[in-house]
């Protein structure tokens, strides 16, 4: 195990991981500390608690996203497995709609 710091929103996290693993949760941190500046860009720094859960509320909501797009992917898919142009430009359009729209009303919380 490793203990590493890692900084979200100006502020020191210390966490432990398996070892090897440092490098991915960097850049999983790197993520939410993005997500959470562009929340206290839009709304402002409303507190550092209600950031964070707004951040990994919009995280959590990606990954939901991009498992209900990647079922529908698969129940589409070609008899090769991989799943048409169309079918992906219209998932990935989807998916591009749906950010905007949970930005636009976390942006007028």
């Known amino acids: 195990m490793t203990q590493i710091s890692l900084t979200i ?3 020191a996290y210390d966490v432990t991981c398996d070892d090897g693993q440092e490098g991915h949760l960097r850049k999983l941190a790197e993520h939410l500390d993005e997500q959470v500046r562009d929340m206290a860009a839009a709304v402002g720094q409303v507190g550092e608690g209600r950031l964070l859960v707004l951040a990994s509320l919009v995280v959590a909501d990606e990954l939901f996203e ?7 992917l ?3 898919a070609d008899p090769k497995g991989a799943p048409g142009e169309e079918a992906a430009a219209e ?7 749906r ?3 949970i930005a ?3 942006g007028g919380a």
């Open 91 to 97: 998932t990935l359009e989807a998916c591009a709609q």
């Open 74 to 76: 698969k129940a589409g």
């Open 104 to 106: 636009t009303r976390l």
């Open 9 to 11: 929103n100006d502020r």
């Open 66 to 72: 991009a498992y209900k797009e990647l079922h529908a």
């Open 99 to 101: 950010i905007e729209a």
